[in-house]
């Protein structure tokens, strides 16, 4: 789990949009909380891996966010990449967007996935 420290800190935004930015075509904007920058890392590693070098050019991630409580990456490759964002929208499912603790959705009207924790978290 982070420390309240490292829940403060923003910089694995840039630390990611800079090491992956050319999949959003320059530049990647993480539309959710910081407790799931690790499972967005991971993501984004795994997609390098798996991309041939010839659908490199022409992959783009459009959209990073969260929505309804999960993650939502919405990009342009196939099949294979489906695979890895699915697996990365379940473990969002179970992993405080806050702390990166192990969550479950909650809320009413507002979901989100949160810890016993942060589940009035508000930033
Ligand atoms: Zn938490």
């Given at each position: 789990m982070l420390t309240d420290d490292e829940i403060k800190d923003d910089g694995w935004r840039d630390e990611l949009a800079e090491r992956f930015g050319w999949m959003g075509g320059g530049y990647l904007s993480f539309e959710?909380?910081?407790?799931w920058r690790f499972i967005m890392r991971d993501l984004l590693e795994r997609i390098d891996a798996t991309l041939r070098d010839e659908d490199r050019g022409s992959f783009c991630i459009s959209q990073i966010k969260e929505k309804w409580a999960e993650l939502r990456v919405a990009h342009n490759g196939g099949a294979g990449i489906d695979r890895l964002v699915d697996a990365a929208e379940a473990a969002s499912r179970i992993?405080?967007?806050?702390?990166?603790?192990?969550g479950r959705v909650q809320g009413t009207g507002w979901i989100s996935t949160r810890c016993a924790v942060h589940e009035d978290w508000r930033g």
């Open positions: 959710h909380l910081g407790g992993t405080c967007d806050v702390c990166s603790g192990r």
